[in-house]
């Protein structure tokens, strides 16, 4: 047989665990992770599908939800400016046969000069003031005018009279230099006028911010001209009247002068006025620009009584919906609608259409790919784009049904197989891997003690074989002088040869056990005469100083069927143990007596004894304990493993007691009058 190398053979077993183990296991997890993809596969062109159809029913709800809203803002209450105006409502206006428009409401930061309602009559107030004009402008005459000022004041003939008299009030006392009366003044007017318009065109509060803010300027009030420079802009931003377009770039343009650009917030007001500004230009655009074409012709909306058509708009400042409905009448509304606010507006039913179990994300984005909209159950970067539909301003709707897990997918997929496949996989290798191990560490440690067991047998036979060769020569070469020196060396050698003999009858005995080719001649056997033949034998070749062999047994000893040289062996191999670990102590005491239907053979020494971890592997073969080995005492390893098996072979067993120090005793039980394996 050809001898591998640990190293070899460790490599070959992992070359073997690869090949039947790893290899099937990879080509089978692919296959699993390959079905589990196609399923995946199949399950995002379902969940495709039912997204797309998902999509559509949204876009539907969207134009049932806007045919709704726009019958709701056709009724009479509505037009009339009477009903409750919605958040998403940009502008409403009504349009009849003769083309005229008529504005219901805005969200406009000014309107175009023909659509401002001018109140004629405040036209004929300002005449009342001519007397006072004159004293202020052509004669400078200051108290005097003054006086008159006052004087409409408190007897105004209408209100519009007392607004004018306050304002020419509190300019009068700015060009008489008292600031801080004319300031007082002009705070009272905005507080109490801040909607009014001056000449039914000029808002009193804006001018009177105006002037605090350059009086302001000029005492170098500095906090109290930022304050007043917040509440103006706020004020031009949300216009308490309608004024016109030139107004609201007069006093932009004022505010833009002498406001100082140092403040966070007045920089955002400015900021939030130049996008309104934007929205409000695109809207008038649409108010004053041409009228929807035949809403009938172009009628997109599902359940629709009337005829509403749409035209998106999509600026930079604006998404919105020019909505136009038709009535019988010849009347028809025209409505501009915030998309965003409106969709937020109907976000709660739109997803209870669309998604009533929660588990789908959206997302709704413009065409910058800025979030409109969002509601997000799970983060996920898998969104399925759909666009909204022409009517509806370009807008894309973002969907994502919820993945499941990695392990859920596994459980889902196949009823669950290929999570059975997966971990059948990971078992298999993880099993073979430590059944590989733990073969690989037997072998080592049977390959080591093999070595080991090769050198001591080699050791074992040499030194025998040296001490003999050296006695024949000596013999041969007649320099052993005396009868008494020679009859010593003969008895040595006749020793040495009996140990020998003992030794190759081990092995091959061992060899033949180990191959199960051992076989045995059970006879009735006296074991009581033949233990006293070999204790003789023994005795004869111990050295000196001899060790006291005790032999008890009572007298009368039942025949046993064994095989006489097999027994031999044992009592060999269990005394020439107790010889060898007695070390210094110089007696063993050897039993045989009967007990139950068992014939006991015990032999006890007193030397070095076994200490309980060694008890376990003694009988293993080649095992040789740390202690002797450490003291230098001969010995390979087999036998006890010859002995075991020899006992074993006669239905019997071995005990054995020990304590390190103290000395061991090792007793073979036979069984009396049983069968024995032939
Ligand atoms: P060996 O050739 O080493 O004696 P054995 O198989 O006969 O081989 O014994 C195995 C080991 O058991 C010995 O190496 C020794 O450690 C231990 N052993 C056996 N008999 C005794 C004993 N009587 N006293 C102490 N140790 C013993």
């Known amino acids: 047989m050809k001898a591998t190398s640990p190293g070899l053979r460790r490599q070959k077993i992992i070359l073997y665990y690869i090949l039947v183990v790893v290899l099937p296991g990879i080509i089978l997890g692919y296959m699993a992770y390959r079905g589990m993809r196609n399923d995946q596969a199949l399950r995002e062109k379902e969940s495709q599908k039912k997204l797309d159809v998902k999509s559509q029913d949204f876009f539907s709800e969207i134009d049932t939800s806007l045919v709704r809203f726009m019958n709701g803002q056709t009724t009479d209450s509505v037009l009339n400016g009477a009903g409750r105006s919605d958040p998403s409502l940009l502008v409403l206006f009504v349009i009849n046969t003769t083309g005229s428009k008529k504005l219901v409401s805005h969200k406009l930061l000014y309107l175009p000069v023909e659509w401002v309602t001018i109140i004629p009559e405040q036209l004929n107030h300002t005449i009342s003031l001519k007397e006072g004009i004159r004293l202020e402008f052509t004669d400078r005459k200051y108290q005097d005018a003054l006086r008159f000022y006052h004087n409409k004041i408190l007897k105004p003939t209408n209100p519009d009279e007392k607004i004018q008299a306050l304002v020419a009030s509190a300019r009068l006392y700015s060009k008489m230099n008292q600031s801080d009366t004319a300031k007082a003044l002009y705070e009272e007017i905005s507080k109490e006028f801040p909607g009014s318009l001056l000449n039914g065109q000029i808002p009193i509060g804006l001018i009177a911010g105006l002037e605090i803010l350059k ?22 931003l949300h216009p308490p009247s309608e ?38 230009d695109n809207l008038i655009r649409i108010l004053t620009g041409q009228e929807l074409i035949a809403p009938n012709s172009n009628n997109h909306f599902k359940g629709s009584n009337n005829a509403i058509s749409s035209i998106p708009v999509n600026s930079a400042e604006l998404t919105a919906l020019y909505l136009s409905v038709d009535k019988y009448n010849g009347t028809g509304t025209r409505i501009v609608i915030d998309f965003p606010v409106y969709l937020k507006s109907i976000s709660e039913r739109l997803i209870q259409k669309l998604d009533p179990d929660s588990s789908i994300s959206i997302k709704i984005e413009d065409n910058s790919g800025r979030l409109i909209f969002s509601r997000i159950i799970k983060e996920s970067t898998g969104y399925l784009s759909f666009p909204f539909p022409e009517n509806l301003p370009k807008l894309k709707l973002l969907l994502s049904e919820n993945k499941p897990r990695f392990l859920t997918t596994l459980l889902k997929a196949g009823s669950g197989i290929y999570l059975f496949i997966f971990i059948l996989i990971a078992l298999l290798m993880v099993l073979g891997f430590v059944f590989i191990m733990y073969t690989i560490n037997i072998e080592l440690r049977l390959n080591k003690l093999k070595s080991e067991f090769i050198s001591n047998v080699s050791h074992e036979l040499k030194s025998p074989l040296t001490s003999i060769r050296m006695m024949t020569e000596m013999l041969h070469h007649h320099r052993v002088q005396t009868e008494e020196r020679k009859s010593t060396y003969y008895a040595a050698m006749l020793e040495e040869t009996e140990h020998l003999s003992h030794l190759i009858d081990n092995i091959l005995d061992f060899s033949r056990i180990d191959d199960d ?20 034998s023994t005795r004869e070749r111990l050295p000196e100083p001899r060790i006291d062999i005790r032999y008890s047994r ?38 045989l007596f009967s007990k139950d239907d068992e014939l006991v053979f015990c032999v006890k020494d007193y030397g070095i004894g076994i200490s309980g971890k060694d008890q376990l592997k003694i009988f293993d073969r080649f095992y040789r304990g740390d202690e002797p080995q450490r003291m230098g005492i001969r010995g390979s390893g087999i036998g006890l493993t010859i002995v075991k098996q020899i006992v074993e ?5 071995l005990t054995l007691e020990s304590k390190p120090g103290e000395g061991s005793l090792f007793c073979v039980h036979l069984p009396v009058n049983k069968n024995t394996k032939q």
């Open 649 to 653: 072979a006669h239905k019997g067993h």
């Open 554 to 591: 009572p007298d009368l000893i039942p025949a046993i069927k064994a095989d006489r040289n097999a027994m031999l062996q044992v009592f060999y191999n269990l005394v020439d143990n107790a010889i060898k670990f007695s070390l210094t102590s110089r007696q063993i005491d050897i039993s």
């Open 215 to 236: 009086i302001n300027q000029a005492k170098g009030e500095n906090d109290e001209m930022r304050n007043n420079s917040r509440k103006c802009l706020e004020l031009l």
């Open 517 to 536: 080719r051992k076989k045995y001649d059970f006879t009735d056997l006296d074991l009581d005469e033949l233990l006293l033949k070999f204790l003789e």
């Open 243 to 280: 004024y016109d377009e030139n107004q609201f770039d007069l006093f932009y343009q004022s505010f833009k002068d002498i406001i100082p650009k140092t403040d966070p917030v007045i920089d955002s007001l400015f900021a939030e006025l130049d996008i309104q500004g934007a929205r409000t």
